[in-house]
């Protein structure tokens, strides 16, 4: 069970036990999964107004965070809710540098899907950027993990089923 690091709520009630994982799944590189997707960032100074409607447009949680191009931090529907909303500050003038996850652990392109879930359990990270040196080239959600791992399975169980 995937566990908040400042809570003991369960983030994902889901049990993968090793065995029920297939080694194709956890030997794949992280970057496969993403590659063929836009990457959505925003740039630091832009407001939290901005990106909640750039997120909302595109029907994503969260959003890598820009300065000059390089990766400073992450930020998510929940710091949204948590860091504006819920304490009354104004979306329109609050910059997202402000609110973000600054300095937020990262992924590189060449690490396998077992680390990156190794990481996603260890830190309760939902979204976990995924990086070629300094240079953002993607995003994975424990969302894109999950699909993964039942399509993988769906197509183990077609196979077995011929």
Not at 62 to 89: C, F, H, K, Y
Not at 98 to 123: C, G, Q
Request: hydrophobic share 45%; aromatic share 6%; net charge neutral.
């Amino acid at each position: 069970m995937i566990k908040c690091l400042h809570s003991s709520r369960p983030v994902l009630a889901l049990h993968w036990p090793a065995e029920a994982i297939p080694e194709e799944f956890v030997m794949a590189m992280i970057y496969d999964l993403v590659k063929d997707r836009r990457v959505y960032s925003i740039e630091a100074e832009h407001s939290v107004l901005e990106a909640a409607r750039f997120m909302m447009e595109h029907n994503i949680g969260a959003l890598p965070v820009t300065r000059n191009g390089e990766l400073v931090g992450i930020v998510s529907e929940r710091d949204i809710m948590n860091r504006v909303v819920a304490v009354g500050r104004m979306p329109g003038t609050t910059k997202v540098s402000e609110i973000m996850t600054a300095n937020p652990k990262s992924i590189s392109v060449d690490e396998s899907v077992e680390n990156s879930l190794f990481l996603m359990r260890e830190f309760g990270f939902r979204h976990l950027p995924i990086i070629d040196g300094k240079q953002l080239k993607g995003l994975v959600s424990l969302r894109d993990l999950l699909l993964r791992y039942v399509s993988q399975k769906e197509a183990e169980s077609r196979r077995a089923a011929s």
